[in-house]
């Protein structure tokens, strides 16, 4: 199976903060990577396919960057509403794999 | 408009046999992979498994396999997700996700059923 990374596990920051979260796949996965954000209570909600690509209504501070091992997801300039838990998950591979998760928290 | 509704909360005793559905709409059901996700209690994500419902062809998380089936009734747009015998350890919150249009991410989720084993 392969393994996904997410560092950090928490991130703390402050609205208007930029960060940046990091997810690292055990082989390659090329750009088979996704991202979730999840809020306690409720299903999780898809913002990003193929690494970078940006789904549609998402906001614009979100973007995903890297293929290959390394991925990125940076928020820029936080809102309240951006403070949740956020999963990548690979599917260049079954059995398609999560991330352990990061957690958003406001300073 | 694509909607998922999964069946509702289930409590069950440890060895008890349980089915939980997700039933797809506004969309045609037979071709898209829809798979299962459990988040245990404080826990992440884990992908179970998939299934195609124009063909059942399925796939498992070997983390699962031979612990749960997943099917498909196509006729009545519903996937599937039971056990012969729960554990404690099989409680949880299930998702049924549907892949997104151009590739394996899952772009519509159910509202999730939750699941409590205990004696």
């Known amino acids: 199976d392969i393994q996904m990374t997410q560092s950090p596990s928490t991130l703390s920051a402050s609205v208007g903060d930029r960060v940046t979260i990091t997810c690292r796949a055990s082989q390659s996965i090329s750009i088979w990577l996704a991202w979730y954000q999840q809020k306690p209570g409720k299903a999780p909600k898809f913002l990003i396919h193929?690494?970078?690509s940006l789904e549609s209504g998402v906001p614009s501070r979100f973007s995903g960057s890297g293929s290959g091992t390394e991925f990125t997801l940076t928020i820029s300039f936080l809102q309240p509403d951006d403070f949740a838990t956020y999963y990548c998950?690979?599917?260049?591979?079954?059995?398609?794999?999560f991330g352990q998760g990061t957690k958003l928290e406001i300073k | 408009e694509v909607q998922l509704v999964q069946s509702g909360a289930e409590v069950k005793k440890p060895g008890e046999s349980l089915k939980i559905s997700c039933k797809g709409s506004?969309?045609?059901?037979?071709?898209?992979?829809i798979a299962w996700v459990r988040q245990m209690p404080g826990k992440g994500l884990e992908w179970m498994g998939i299934i195609y419902p124009g063909d059942s062809d399925t796939k498992y998380s070997p983390s699962v396999e031979g612990q749960v089936t997943i099917s498909a009734d196509k006729s009545i747009s519903t996937a599937d997700l039971q056990w012969s015998s729960l554990k404690a350890s099989d409680t949880a919150m299930y998702y049924c996700?549907?892949?997104?249009?151009?590739?394996?991410?899952?772009?519509?989720w159910g509202q999730g059923t939750l699941v409590t084993v205990s004696s």
């Open positions: 996700a549907r892949q997104g249009d151009s590739g394996s991410y899952y772009y519509y």
């Open positions: 193929k690494a970078s």
């Open positions: 998950q690979q599917y260049n591979n079954y059995p398609y794999t």
């Open positions: 506004g969309y045609s059901f037979s071709d898209y992979w």
